[in-house]
């Protein structure tokens, strides 16, 4: 880890000094560049060409990954990209209000969530569709509420998967608050009468991106789990951009490395890389449930789309910067790996397209004859226990709804 002597920046003042420091106008939009690059300070176990490369530190969490585990990853990652395309097709075609792409984030989506246990809990933003589908929630209960019919249709508590959260950083307090639980109810650090780290203990992550590191939520998250040693794998999804904001204008230092100021570890592994994701999760989480908590790790990766249906990114990013991140797509460097080993078929790869195709045509199928969910519903799932008040709500929305059927009578 550097020193903090070194993320001092001398105020550069006046004359050139000072116009060095400042981006050129072609560097911003380009999103100066070093965005491709993770530094020397990536984790990597698969290279973008699909050699593995071993790692002393984290190789051991992963030895369980043989070929027919790491066939498994890659269709994981193959369902949710055609999926994930599947739905930007439908936003355009009017059957969604929006999408929120992931292209391009599978291998962190993926890496991360199967790290998970059952009684772990995840805190996504909005993006994690990839998550999502590694809690077991099954992708069309994402659809109502990009179709603007549902807050989240999912059982939180079932799946371990929290509600989507939009408002930025946010979730990160939600779940410091949660792992601080876990910590005060004893789940946390316990032995099993072999003396070895009991298997139930849980541990939380929580996933939000680069941009909403600049937000106060994020900062007190951090706090909190620091100084409560809360069981919480914070999990930085940087894909160097927050809607038309690089990484950049966020941060003087690479994200990880903001950890330190806080007191707990902070790992920088590239995020388009499923085995590096999984082994860098499995030993933060490990970590945590060992009571060593918290963690943070960034994932350094790319949004290959656009921040939602309703943006544009060529008003402020160059292709060339996408055309960089393309040799290093998370799906096709497993594949590489696959075929180069002879872990794999042709006739495999064709399996899983053709299951892929059927996974998002049944989408398509349930999207389009989704089922409108009754008014009252959205006073159903806000608050644990019912209130006078909401029931008064809702009968007043009803009334209010009713009146609309009536007025034509009048
Ligand atoms: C508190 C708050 N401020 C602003 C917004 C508008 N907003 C939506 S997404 C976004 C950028 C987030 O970027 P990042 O954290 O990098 O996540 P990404 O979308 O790249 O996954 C902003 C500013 C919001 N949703 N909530
Ligand atoms: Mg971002």
Redesign the pocket.
Known sequence: MSSPEQWTHPDPGEGPAAQAAQPSREQVIAGLRATTEGGAELTQLLTPEGERVGSPRFDRYVEDIDAEALRGLYRDMVLVRRADRECNAMQRQGQLGIWVPLLGQEAAQIGSGRALKPQDMAFP?Y?EHGVAFTRGVDFRELLGIFRCTDHSGWDFRAHGFHPYT?????QVLNAAGYAMGQRFEGKVGNTDTDGRPAENDEATIVY??????S?GDVHEGFVWAAVYDAPLVFFC?N?Q???S?PTERQSRLPLYQRARGYGFPGIRVDGNDVLACLAVTRWALEECRHGNGPVLIEAFTY?MDA?TTTDDPTRYRLSDELEAWKLKDPIERVRAHLARNGFAEGSFFEQIQAEADEFAAQLRDFCFNMPEPPPERVFSQVYAEPSPELDAQREEYLAYLDGFATAGER
């Open positions: 933003s993006r939009i408002v930025i950083g946010n939000f991106g680069d941009g909403a590191t937000q999804q894909n951009w927050a809607i904001e949004r921040h």
